[in-house]
Protein backbone atom coordinates (compact mmCIF):
# COMPACT_ATOMS: atom_id res chain seq x y z
CA UNK A 1 0.00 0.00 0.00
CA UNK A 2 3.23 2.53 0.89
CA UNK A 3 5.06 1.58 -2.61
CA UNK A 4 1.17 2.19 -4.26
CA UNK A 5 1.12 5.18 -2.61
CA UNK A 6 4.03 6.69 -3.45
CA UNK A 7 3.53 5.89 -6.87
CA UNK A 8 0.71 7.64 -7.05
CA UNK A 9 2.20 11.04 -5.41
CA UNK A 10 4.83 10.25 -8.14
CA UNK A 11 2.58 10.32 -10.85
CA UNK A 12 0.60 13.51 -9.78
CA UNK A 13 3.77 15.35 -9.16
CA UNK A 14 4.65 15.02 -12.63
CA UNK A 15 1.53 15.62 -13.83
CA UNK A 16 1.70 19.35 -12.28
CA UNK A 17 5.23 20.15 -13.07
CA UNK A 18 4.07 19.18 -16.76
CA UNK A 19 1.00 21.57 -16.50
CA UNK A 20 3.07 24.25 -14.49
CA UNK A 21 5.56 23.83 -17.43
CA UNK A 22 2.81 23.91 -20.22
CA UNK A 23 2.22 27.49 -22.68
CA UNK A 24 -1.33 28.12 -23.98
CA UNK A 25 -2.80 30.80 -26.49
CA UNK A 26 -5.84 31.60 -28.10
CA UNK A 27 -6.71 32.00 -31.53
CA UNK A 28 -9.36 33.09 -32.93
CA UNK A 29 -11.03 32.51 -36.94
CA UNK A 30 -13.36 33.59 -38.92
CA UNK A 31 -15.37 32.14 -42.29
CA UNK A 32 -15.22 34.84 -44.83
CA UNK A 33 -17.95 34.19 -47.77
CA UNK A 34 -21.03 32.83 -47.96
CA UNK A 35 -21.60 30.97 -44.74
CA UNK A 36 -25.09 29.22 -46.34
CA UNK A 37 -22.32 27.47 -48.87
CA UNK A 38 -20.49 24.08 -48.10
CA UNK A 39 -17.22 24.62 -45.54
CA UNK A 40 -15.26 22.57 -42.99
CA UNK A 41 -13.16 23.20 -39.94
CA UNK A 42 -10.33 21.01 -39.16
CA UNK A 43 -8.19 20.34 -36.50
CA UNK A 44 -5.20 17.41 -35.33
CA UNK A 45 -5.44 16.91 -32.47
CA UNK A 46 -7.60 17.84 -29.05
CA UNK A 47 -11.37 18.98 -28.66
CA UNK A 48 -13.89 20.14 -30.86
CA UNK A 49 -16.98 21.58 -29.80
CA UNK A 50 -19.26 23.14 -32.44
CA UNK A 51 -22.47 24.57 -31.51
CA UNK A 52 -25.09 27.14 -32.85
CA UNK A 53 -24.48 30.72 -31.83
CA UNK A 54 -26.52 34.06 -32.16
CA UNK A 55 -24.73 35.41 -35.49
CA UNK A 56 -24.46 34.96 -38.95
CA UNK A 57 -21.12 34.24 -39.57
CA UNK A 58 -19.27 30.58 -38.61
CA UNK A 59 -16.39 31.51 -35.98
CA UNK A 60 -14.05 29.57 -33.99
CA UNK A 61 -12.00 29.95 -30.92
CA UNK A 62 -8.71 27.83 -30.45
CA UNK A 63 -6.76 27.25 -27.38
CA UNK A 64 -3.79 26.03 -27.75
CA UNK A 65 -1.59 23.90 -25.50
CA UNK A 66 1.91 23.66 -26.06
CA UNK A 67 5.15 22.41 -24.10
CA UNK A 68 6.53 26.06 -24.49
CA UNK A 69 5.88 29.63 -25.99
CA UNK A 70 7.92 29.17 -29.33
CA UNK A 71 5.56 25.89 -30.14
CA UNK A 72 2.76 27.61 -29.04
CA UNK A 73 3.31 30.73 -31.10
CA UNK A 74 4.12 28.90 -34.21
CA UNK A 75 0.56 28.05 -34.44
CA UNK A 76 -2.24 29.79 -36.32
CA UNK A 77 -5.56 29.68 -37.83
CA UNK A 78 -6.12 29.79 -41.63
CA UNK A 79 -8.65 29.91 -44.55
CA UNK A 80 -7.48 27.32 -46.96
CA UNK A 81 -9.27 25.69 -50.03
CA UNK A 82 -9.38 22.01 -49.15
CA UNK A 83 -8.77 18.90 -51.18
CA UNK A 84 -12.99 19.02 -52.05
CA UNK A 85 -12.61 22.72 -53.37
CA UNK A 86 -14.66 24.28 -50.30
CA UNK A 87 -13.24 26.83 -47.92
CA UNK A 88 -11.83 25.33 -44.59
CA UNK A 89 -10.83 26.97 -41.33
CA UNK A 90 -7.88 25.05 -40.10
CA UNK A 91 -5.66 25.00 -37.39
CA UNK A 92 -2.35 25.27 -38.57
CA UNK A 93 0.43 23.22 -37.01
CA UNK A 94 4.15 23.43 -37.37
CA UNK A 95 4.49 19.72 -38.88
CA UNK A 96 7.20 21.11 -41.13
CA UNK A 97 9.57 20.87 -37.83
CA UNK A 98 7.53 18.17 -35.63
CA UNK A 99 6.25 15.18 -36.86
CA UNK A 100 5.08 13.41 -33.90
CA UNK A 101 2.35 15.48 -31.97
CA UNK A 102 2.12 14.50 -28.70
CA UNK A 103 -1.86 14.62 -27.20
CA UNK A 104 -2.58 13.26 -23.72
CA UNK A 105 -5.29 13.58 -21.18
CA UNK A 106 -4.29 17.05 -19.80
CA UNK A 107 -5.68 20.15 -20.64
CA UNK A 108 -9.02 18.32 -21.62
CA UNK A 109 -8.66 15.22 -23.33
CA UNK A 110 -11.42 12.51 -22.63
CA UNK A 111 -13.86 15.56 -20.97
CA UNK A 112 -16.91 13.44 -22.40
CA UNK A 113 -15.45 9.92 -21.19
CA UNK A 114 -15.98 8.32 -24.56
CA UNK A 115 -12.22 8.08 -25.55
CA UNK A 116 -9.37 7.91 -22.74
CA UNK A 117 -9.08 5.66 -19.89
CA UNK A 118 -6.64 6.96 -17.22
CA UNK A 119 -3.29 6.47 -16.70
CA UNK A 120 -3.41 3.76 -20.09
CA UNK A 121 -4.01 6.68 -21.81
CA UNK A 122 -1.40 9.17 -19.95
CA UNK A 123 1.62 6.75 -20.52
CA UNK A 124 0.75 6.26 -23.78
CA UNK A 125 -0.59 2.38 -24.03
CA UNK A 126 -2.09 3.62 -27.51
CA UNK A 127 1.40 3.76 -29.24
CA UNK A 128 -0.27 6.69 -32.10
CA UNK A 129 -1.87 6.74 -35.12
CA UNK A 130 -0.18 8.66 -38.62
CA UNK A 131 -2.71 10.66 -40.74
CA UNK A 132 -2.06 13.15 -43.64
CA UNK A 133 -3.15 16.58 -42.46
CA UNK A 134 -2.64 19.54 -44.25
CA UNK A 135 -0.31 18.33 -47.00
CA UNK A 136 2.29 16.66 -44.17
CA UNK A 137 2.43 13.14 -43.06
CA UNK A 138 2.37 13.71 -38.91
CA UNK A 139 1.95 11.37 -36.23
CA UNK A 140 -0.38 11.92 -33.03
CA UNK A 141 1.19 9.91 -29.67
CA UNK A 142 -0.15 9.70 -26.59
CA UNK A 143 3.39 9.45 -25.33
CA UNK A 144 5.85 10.69 -27.79
CA UNK A 145 6.87 13.57 -29.47
CA UNK A 146 6.46 17.75 -29.13
CA UNK A 147 3.18 18.06 -26.72
CA UNK A 148 1.08 19.94 -28.93
CA UNK A 149 -2.77 20.62 -28.92
CA UNK A 150 -5.56 23.17 -29.53
CA UNK A 151 -9.38 22.76 -28.00
CA UNK A 152 -11.97 24.25 -30.76
CA UNK A 153 -14.73 25.62 -30.51
CA UNK A 154 -16.76 26.26 -33.53
CA UNK A 155 -19.98 28.39 -33.64
CA UNK A 156 -22.25 28.56 -36.23
CA UNK A 157 -25.52 30.09 -37.53
CA UNK A 158 -28.97 29.36 -36.01
CA UNK A 159 -29.90 27.82 -39.68
CA UNK A 160 -29.43 24.71 -42.30
CA UNK A 161 -25.71 24.62 -42.87
CA UNK A 162 -23.54 22.60 -45.43
CA UNK A 163 -20.62 21.80 -43.32
CA UNK A 164 -17.69 18.95 -42.15
CA UNK A 165 -16.07 19.49 -38.72
CA UNK A 166 -13.52 17.14 -38.53
CA UNK A 167 -11.22 16.70 -35.26
CA UNK A 168 -8.28 13.97 -35.93
CA UNK A 169 -7.74 12.79 -32.90
CA UNK A 170 -9.90 13.81 -29.81
CA UNK A 171 -13.85 14.74 -29.21
CA UNK A 172 -15.84 16.16 -31.20
CA UNK A 173 -19.20 17.76 -30.05
CA UNK A 174 -22.40 19.33 -31.67
CA UNK A 175 -25.43 20.78 -30.22
CA UNK A 176 -27.92 22.53 -32.04
CA UNK A 177 -26.98 22.47 -35.27
CA UNK A 178 -29.17 22.10 -38.58
CA UNK A 179 -28.61 20.72 -42.23
CA UNK A 180 -26.10 18.82 -44.28
CA UNK A 181 -23.52 17.78 -41.08
CA UNK A 182 -20.65 15.56 -41.55
CA UNK A 183 -18.93 14.80 -37.95
CA UNK A 184 -15.52 12.73 -38.28
CA UNK A 185 -12.86 11.94 -36.44
CA UNK A 186 -10.08 9.33 -36.49
CA UNK A 187 -9.65 8.59 -33.46
CA UNK A 188 -12.35 9.85 -30.80
CA UNK A 189 -15.75 9.87 -29.30
CA UNK A 190 -18.61 11.98 -31.38
CA UNK A 191 -21.08 13.46 -28.53
CA UNK A 192 -24.52 15.21 -30.82
CA UNK A 193 -27.37 16.68 -28.79
CA UNK A 194 -30.56 18.41 -30.95
CA UNK A 195 -29.54 18.11 -34.31
CA UNK A 196 -31.40 18.31 -37.47
CA UNK A 197 -31.49 17.73 -41.35
CA UNK A 198 -29.07 14.92 -42.70
CA UNK A 199 -26.61 14.16 -39.82
CA UNK A 200 -23.71 11.46 -40.16
CA UNK A 201 -21.33 10.93 -37.33
CA UNK A 202 -17.99 8.73 -38.46
CA UNK A 203 -15.53 7.79 -36.01
CA UNK A 204 -12.33 5.22 -37.02
CA UNK A 205 -12.20 4.50 -33.32
CA UNK A 206 -14.32 5.95 -30.18
CA UNK A 207 -18.63 5.95 -29.13
CA UNK A 208 -21.10 7.95 -30.92
CA UNK A 209 -23.93 9.01 -28.08
CA UNK A 210 -27.04 11.04 -29.70
CA UNK A 211 -29.58 12.62 -27.98
CA UNK A 212 -32.73 13.96 -29.21
CA UNK A 213 -31.92 13.89 -32.69
CA UNK A 214 -34.26 14.70 -35.78
CA UNK A 215 -34.41 13.73 -39.99
CA UNK A 216 -31.78 11.59 -40.73
CA UNK A 217 -29.34 10.51 -38.88
CA UNK A 218 -26.02 7.99 -39.39
CA UNK A 219 -23.79 6.81 -36.64
CA UNK A 220 -20.78 4.97 -37.61
CA UNK A 221 -17.82 3.34 -36.25
CA UNK A 222 -14.76 1.42 -36.85
CA UNK A 223 -14.49 0.63 -33.49
CA UNK A 224 -16.61 1.69 -30.39
CA UNK A 225 -20.70 1.67 -29.17
CA UNK A 226 -23.14 3.59 -30.71
CA UNK A 227 -25.60 4.58 -28.67
CA UNK A 228 -29.36 6.91 -29.57
CA UNK A 229 -31.56 8.06 -27.17
CA UNK A 230 -34.53 9.98 -28.60
CA UNK A 231 -34.70 10.19 -32.20
CA UNK A 232 -37.79 11.35 -34.60
CA UNK A 233 -37.29 11.40 -38.01
CA UNK A 234 -37.19 9.91 -41.17
CA UNK A 235 -34.23 7.89 -41.16
CA UNK A 236 -31.68 6.29 -38.44
CA UNK A 237 -28.63 4.37 -39.17
CA UNK A 238 -26.36 2.63 -36.84
CA UNK A 239 -23.23 0.56 -38.29
CA UNK A 240 -20.43 -0.45 -35.98
CA UNK A 241 -17.43 -2.84 -37.13
CA UNK A 242 -17.11 -4.19 -33.12
CA UNK A 243 -19.12 -2.44 -31.20
CA UNK A 244 -23.09 -2.63 -29.14
CA UNK A 245 -25.65 -0.38 -30.82
CA UNK A 246 -28.54 0.51 -28.59
CA UNK A 247 -31.28 2.75 -29.30
CA UNK A 248 -33.95 4.12 -27.09
CA UNK A 249 -37.55 6.17 -27.54
CA UNK A 250 -36.96 6.38 -31.68
CA UNK A 251 -39.60 6.95 -34.29
CA UNK A 252 -38.60 6.93 -37.92
CA UNK A 253 -39.44 5.36 -41.17
CA UNK A 254 -36.41 3.07 -41.31
CA UNK A 255 -34.20 1.80 -38.30
CA UNK A 256 -31.30 -0.25 -39.44
CA UNK A 257 -28.62 -1.53 -36.69
CA UNK A 258 -25.83 -3.12 -38.23
CA UNK A 259 -22.73 -4.18 -36.08
CA UNK A 260 -19.87 -6.65 -36.76
CA UNK A 261 -19.72 -7.89 -33.63
CA UNK A 262 -21.60 -6.72 -30.58
CA UNK A 263 -25.30 -6.77 -29.61
CA UNK A 264 -28.35 -5.00 -30.82
CA UNK A 265 -31.13 -3.29 -28.19
CA UNK A 266 -34.30 -1.23 -29.43
CA UNK A 267 -36.14 -0.27 -26.95
CA UNK A 268 -39.08 2.04 -27.22
CA UNK A 269 -39.22 2.29 -31.25
CA UNK A 270 -41.85 3.09 -33.69
CA UNK A 271 -40.97 2.82 -37.47
CA UNK A 272 -42.03 1.58 -40.60
CA UNK A 273 -39.06 -1.04 -41.06
CA UNK A 274 -36.72 -2.38 -38.98
CA UNK A 275 -33.02 -3.89 -40.24
CA UNK A 276 -30.89 -5.64 -37.59
CA UNK A 277 -28.08 -7.52 -38.37
CA UNK A 278 -25.23 -8.68 -36.03
CA UNK A 279 -22.52 -11.02 -36.81
CA UNK A 280 -21.76 -12.25 -33.48
CA UNK A 281 -24.05 -10.87 -30.73
CA UNK A 282 -28.20 -11.07 -29.95
CA UNK A 283 -30.28 -8.64 -30.99
CA UNK A 284 -33.12 -7.77 -28.76
CA UNK A 285 -36.10 -5.02 -30.54
CA UNK A 286 -39.34 -3.50 -28.77
CA UNK A 287 -41.05 -2.16 -32.00
CA UNK A 288 -44.28 -1.07 -32.27
CA UNK A 289 -46.70 1.95 -34.30
CA UNK A 290 -49.42 1.95 -36.75
CA UNK A 291 -47.09 2.10 -39.45
CA UNK A 292 -45.17 -1.24 -38.86
CA UNK A 293 -45.14 -3.54 -41.96
CA UNK A 294 -41.53 -4.82 -41.64
CA UNK A 295 -38.77 -6.81 -39.28
CA UNK A 296 -35.41 -8.66 -40.64
CA UNK A 297 -33.49 -9.92 -38.04
CA UNK A 298 -30.33 -11.48 -38.67
CA UNK A 299 -27.48 -12.80 -36.58
CA UNK A 300 -24.57 -15.28 -36.97
CA UNK A 301 -24.34 -16.37 -34.01
CA UNK A 302 -26.92 -15.09 -30.79
CA UNK A 303 -30.61 -14.84 -30.13
CA UNK A 304 -33.24 -12.68 -31.66
CA UNK A 305 -35.87 -11.13 -29.33
CA UNK A 306 -38.74 -9.87 -30.59
CA UNK A 307 -41.54 -7.65 -29.20
CA UNK A 308 -44.83 -6.21 -30.37
CA UNK A 309 -47.99 -4.83 -29.62
CA UNK A 310 -50.22 -7.03 -27.96
CA UNK A 311 -52.91 -6.67 -31.13
CA UNK A 312 -49.79 -6.99 -33.76
CA UNK A 313 -50.97 -9.03 -36.52
CA UNK A 314 -47.79 -10.52 -38.13
CA UNK A 315 -46.60 -13.69 -40.80
CA UNK A 316 -42.85 -14.84 -39.10
CA UNK A 317 -40.35 -17.03 -41.22
CA UNK A 318 -37.13 -18.27 -38.85
CA UNK A 319 -34.45 -20.05 -41.14
CA UNK A 320 -32.13 -21.17 -38.13
CA UNK A 321 -29.04 -23.30 -38.48
CA UNK A 322 -29.80 -24.24 -34.75
CA UNK A 323 -32.23 -23.09 -32.10
CA UNK A 324 -35.63 -22.68 -31.01
CA UNK A 325 -38.58 -20.18 -32.49
CA UNK A 326 -41.02 -19.49 -29.98
CA UNK A 327 -44.17 -17.49 -30.15
CA UNK A 328 -45.69 -15.80 -26.92
CA UNK A 329 -48.66 -15.00 -28.83
CA UNK A 330 -51.78 -17.89 -27.82
CA UNK A 331 -53.83 -17.42 -31.02
CA UNK A 332 -50.74 -17.42 -33.11
CA UNK A 333 -50.67 -20.57 -35.81
CA UNK A 334 -47.87 -22.42 -35.90
CA UNK A 335 -45.93 -23.00 -39.82
CA UNK A 336 -44.14 -26.00 -39.43
CA UNK A 337 -41.89 -27.78 -42.07
CA UNK A 338 -40.83 -31.75 -41.82
CA UNK A 339 -42.02 -31.48 -38.31
CA UNK A 340 -39.98 -28.53 -37.25
CA UNK A 341 -41.74 -25.22 -36.71
CA UNK A 342 -40.08 -22.22 -38.61
CA UNK A 343 -42.85 -19.80 -38.46
CA UNK A 344 -46.11 -18.38 -36.86
CA UNK A 345 -49.35 -16.27 -38.46
CA UNK A 346 -51.45 -14.24 -36.49
CA UNK A 347 -54.50 -12.01 -37.59
CA UNK A 348 -54.00 -10.19 -40.17
CA UNK A 349 -49.96 -11.03 -41.20
CA UNK A 350 -49.67 -7.68 -41.53
CA UNK A 351 -45.86 -7.02 -40.25
CA UNK A 352 -43.70 -9.43 -42.23
CA UNK A 353 -41.49 -10.42 -39.51
CA UNK A 354 -37.64 -12.67 -41.41
CA UNK A 355 -35.51 -14.57 -38.89
CA UNK A 356 -32.37 -15.50 -39.62
CA UNK A 357 -29.90 -17.40 -37.04
CA UNK A 358 -26.71 -19.17 -37.72
CA UNK A 359 -26.78 -20.40 -33.90
CA UNK A 360 -29.62 -18.72 -31.32
CA UNK A 361 -33.11 -19.19 -30.42
CA UNK A 362 -35.78 -16.89 -31.59
CA UNK A 363 -39.10 -15.52 -29.69
CA UNK A 364 -41.67 -13.17 -30.63
CA UNK A 365 -43.73 -12.32 -28.26
CA UNK A 366 -46.20 -9.38 -26.53
CA UNK A 367 -44.19 -6.24 -25.25
CA UNK A 368 -44.06 -6.02 -21.29
Not at 24 to 47: C, H, I, K, M, Y
Not at 90 to 101: A, G, H, M, N, Q
Not at 112 to 123: A, I, N, P, Q, R
Amino acid sequence: MRRRALVMAWVVAVVAAAAAAETTRTLRAQLSGDAAAPFEVENLAGTMTVVAGDGDTVTAVATVHADDAALADAMRFEQVIGERGVPVLRVIYPLDRERTIRYDVRGGGGRHGHEHHGLEWLFGSWGGSEFKYDGHRVRVSASHGARLFADVEVRVPKRALSATFRNRVGELSADGIAGRILLDTNRGGITVRRTSGEVKADTGSGAVVAEDVGGSFTCDTGSGPCEITGFDGRELSCDTGSGPVRIRRAKAELIVADTGSGPIRVEQAEAAEFRGDTGSGGIDAELGGAALHRIKASTGSGHVHLRLPADAGFDVDADQGSGDLRCEYADATEVRSDHKVVGYRRGDGRVRIVIDTGSGDALVAPAR
